[in-house]
Structures are given as structure tokens and as C-alpha cells.
């Protein structure tokens, strides 16, 4: 079961995270950058091929340290087909090395197309009577709750069927989230703690050894009130936490999203490791060939500041 494979990597490792690997052309050192353009000129081709060298060498810093990592599709797809075929060698690439992938898509739509989206990422496309074809077939998916149950079914079949997980959207790292999600209904309810209630009754059915679900929630770690409510509610469910670094979010404010027994969350970072030979902590000591060198001193770091985090709870 997906969440069951999860919760080993994250205990093997003893690091409840997660890379986001969210990559612009504009993240990629000068020297990858335009050794490929350079080639192939200023286009697509260069651009994705910069990319996925890129990728690959964090992947190779972070692998033996990280549970899983997070491919965001915003930044595949809009460099084209090219694009899209840098995310899936990065999926391939990433699960060679015994990573978790999760595609971050926030995929929903009504019930036939929810079908396709999940037989695109999760499942596998049936090409006739007898023949079907994984493609994509990341590990776990983001994926929207709002247009009901009917949006969500496909999703929660092919996590039975094909053994993976999904993520569904109740908080939202963004500053605008509040403007549905923080909504009050008749009852005096949230929308985020009515969307938290169906996910922890959404995923009954796919509680692993541990006694966590394979659907779980993303909840931002820039909204830590938020998340001692949404904790309490989802009595099963793991949280995608996004927000850390970046956007914001520390690691105080990520832990409360977990649980007492350390487990029931894994955070993100995209930026800070990705871009970390950029940032003012690393830059002195690591230069931009040595760019996986310090996005892994960054993961490296993430990972004792939140444990502590988590122990101080």
C-alpha cells in the first residue's frame, strides 16, 4: 500500500520530507544551462534537456537522504512536449533510485475525465480488450476535491487497484485561500474543516499497517492554527504540508501537522533546495558547480530542523 511504503521510506531515512522539484529554466546553473542551448539552441529542446540534467543531479544528492520528491507539472508542461517528457524521465529516474514520486497536478474534473487524469498518473490506459499501459505511474497525486465525490471516486479506485495515494486540497498554502476555504457554513464550520471531514471518510477504506490512509491532505504550512484544527480532524490521514522555506512557513509551524508519534505529515520545500547555492546561507560556501552539493547541505538541514521541531511539539 502506498501510504505503508511511504512511512517506511520516512523511517528508514528518519526525515519527513519532501523535494519539490519544480524546476525554471532560469533555477539552472549558467554552465548546464548553456551547454544545451548551446547545442540545441534557444528552445524547447535545450530548455528540457538543461532541465533534466538538473534534476538529475539532485536526485543524485538527495536520494540516499529523502523519502520522496514532488515534480510540480506546472513547470513541465509549460515548456510543451519536451516538457512533459523531462517530467516523465524525471519520474522514472527518481523511482530508479528508490524515491517516492509524487505528481503534483492538483488533477479534478468530473467522473470520466477524473478517469482519465487517473488512469494517466496512477493507473493505466486501457488500449483494447486485453492490453493496458501504465504511463506517467507516479507513486501519489494532488489532486482537487471541488467538484465532489464524483470528482474523487476515480482516484480513490485506482489507489486500491494499482496501490498508490492521493492528496487532496482542504488548506491551501496560498494568501488568497481564505477566500473559499476559510468560508463559514450555517453550522459554524469551515469549508476546510468540512472538506478535512470528507477526506478522513474518503479514505477509510485504504488504511495501511500503520493505521494511516493512502488518501490523505495538503495543508500549507503558512496557515499552523489551521492546522491544529485540520490534525484533530483527520483522524487517518496523512498531510502534504507545502509552504516551508519560501513561501514562508518553518518548521514549528509544519509540525503541527504531525502527530505525537512523529508520523502524519511530510513537508515540502521546492525553492530552498532546488535554488539553495543561490541563497544567502549557502552561497558563500558552496559555488554554482557545486549546486547539488548545496541543495543537499539544505535538505540535510530542513531535515534536523524539523525533527527537532517535531520533538519540541
Known amino acids: 500500500m502506498f501510504i505503508d511504503r511511504l512511512i517506511e521510506n520516512i523511517r528508514i531515512k528518519n526525515n519527513p520530507t519532501v523535494a519539490g522539484l519544480d ?186 499497517k500503520y493505521g494511516y490512509s493512502s488518501v490523505g491532505a495538503v495543508v500549507g504550512a503558512t496557515y499552523p492554527q489551521q492546522a491544529k484544527i485540520i490534525r484533530e480532524k483527520l483522524k487517518n490521514a496523512y498531510i502534504l504540508v507545502p509552504g516551508y522555506g519560501a513561501q514562508g512557513g518553518t518548521a514549528a509551524d509544519a509540525a503541527n501537522s504531525f502527530n505525537s508519534d512523529g508520523l502524519g505529515a511530510i513537508v515540502n520545500a521546492s525553492r530552498s533546495i532546488m535554488c539553495a547555492y543561490k541563497s544567502e546561507r549557502w552561497k558563500d560556501k558552496y559555488s554554482e558547480i557545486e549546486f547539488a552539493e548545496a541543495s543537499r547541505a539544505e535538505a540535510m538541514r530542513m531535515r534536523d530542523e524539523l525533527n527537532e521541531a517535531i520533538k519540541n511539539k
Open 23 to 208: 524546476p525554471k529554466l532560469e533555477y539552472v546553473p549558467a554552465f548546464i544551462r548553456n551547454k544545451y542551448l548551446e547545442q540545441y539552441g534557444i528552445n524547447a529542446k535545450g530548455a528540457a534537456e538543461a532541465i533534466l540534467e538538473f534534476n538529475k543531479r539532485i536526485i543524485d544528492a538527495l536520494y540516499d537522504i529523502i523519502p520522496a520528491v514532488k515534480p510540480q507539472l506546472a513547470y513541465y508542461e509549460m515548456y510543451g512536449c519536451e516538457g512533459i517528457r523531462v517530467f516523465d524521465e524525471t519520474v522514472k529516474y527518481a523511482k530508479s533510485k528508490g524515491l517516492i514520486v509524487i505528481a503534483d497536478a492538483k488533477r479534478g474534473d468530473i467522473g470520466a475525465t477524473a478517469e482519465a487524469y487517473s488512469a494517466a498518473y496512477l493507473g493505466a490506459t486501457k488500449l483494447n480488450d486485453e492490453i493496458e499501459q501504465s504511463y506517467f505511474d507516479a507513486d501519489a497525486l494532488t489532486v482537487n476535491p471541488y467538484l465532489g465525490i464524483d470528482g474523487i471516486k476515480p482516484f480513490l479506485n485506482d489507489c486500491m487497484k494499482y496501490n498508490k495515494g492521493i492528496f487532496i486540497l482542504v488548506k491551501t498554502s496560498n494568501k488568497s485561500s481564505g477566500q473559499l476555504q476559510d468560508l463559514a457554513t450555517e453550522d459554524g464550520k469551515r469549508i476546510y474543516e468540512i472538506m478535512a471531514e470528507y477526506v478522513d471518510e474518503w479514505g477509510k477504506e485504504l488504511i495501511g
